[in-house]
């Protein structure tokens, strides 16, 4: 027997919080200036019910770089990524504002 979502009631494997979550949501993206001169990319305004880790997993890999994730929910990338990071949660299905 699978599991239901607590969420919307359906079952694990059919289950639509993740993509409703997604569209319903702005992200914004930034650049902060750190020591140095070096710049990083910043991913924030990320709801609680998408997999934080994953995404930053694949944005990683799409931009070639390296990151963390925060404990506030936020995504950090080193260097200046903004349109590739844009491009990519854009294609996501999310809102992007930055």
């Known amino acids: 027997?699978?599991?239901?979502?607590?969420?919307?009631?359906?079952?694990?494997?059919?289950?639509?919080?993740?993509?409703?979550?997604?569209?319903?949501?702005?992200v914004n993206i930034k650049v902060d200036k750190r020591r140095y001169g070096k710049k990083?990319?910043?991913v924030s305004?990320?709801?609680?019910?998408?997999?934080?880790?994953?995404?930053?997993?694949?944005?990683?890999?799409?931009c070639a770089t390296g990151g963390t994730v925060k404990k506030d929910g936020t995504v950090e990338l080193?260097?200046?990524?903004?349109?590739?990071?844009?491009d990519v949660l854009e294609d996501m299905g999310y809102q992007v504002n930055g």
């Open 1 to 26: 027997m699978s599991e239901i979502c607590p969420k919307c009631g359906l079952p694990k494997e059919i289950c639509v919080c993740q993509d409703i979550a997604r569209v319903e949501q702005v």
């Open 40 to 42: 990083v990319t910043i």
């Open 45 to 62: 305004g990320l709801d609680d019910n998408i997999d934080i880790d994953d995404l930053a997993k694949t944005l990683k890999a799409k």
């Open 78 to 86: 080193q260097g200046d990524h903004v349109k590739k990071i844009k």
